[in-house]
């Protein structure tokens, strides 16, 4: 298994009790839907070495306490702070047609729906706290930063890899006229 062919979950905040416990910070939507895990994966160096969990224990919301198998000492358990923790991509739950995973765009034209033409390619998602920016490189490799919300997307063809948004009028333009100097 390799990075690649996964999506972090979250990581090991800190170690919890003496006796090999860690709190984890599961940083996905809904953390309520990963309390029965049986296993995860954890980044070691630059290898993912799968846990086994014993259990779980919900303390708030995206903190949970767990129990590794094998992890039964708080020495075991400190080598294991701050560590990140990834599932496979096929494990993740199927979305409805208009709904998308931030890993998957990333490689998709987008489009602007006032012009109808093509921006440029997505290639990186940011999370900015609450705010996420499309990182779009034009044909003229600019980078074009555009903010998403739901409310912008107008459709997405994932046969096509194509997403079309209605961008704020003139903010392409910013970009572009600015590298024309």
Known sequence: MTIDD???LG?????HGLKGEVQIYLDVDSPNEYQNLESV???QGQQLVPFFIESM???NGAKTIVSFEDVSSLESAQALKGRELYLPLASLPELSDNEFYLHEIVGYSLQDSNTDGTVGTINNVIESGPQLLFSVLSENDVEILIPYTESLLESIDKESKRIVLNVPEGLIDIYLEDNED
């Open 11 to 15: 990581y090991i905040v800190k170690t």
């Open 57 to 59: 224990s919900n303390l």
């Open 6 to 8: 996964c999506y972090q």
């Open 41 to 43: 994966f954890v980044l």
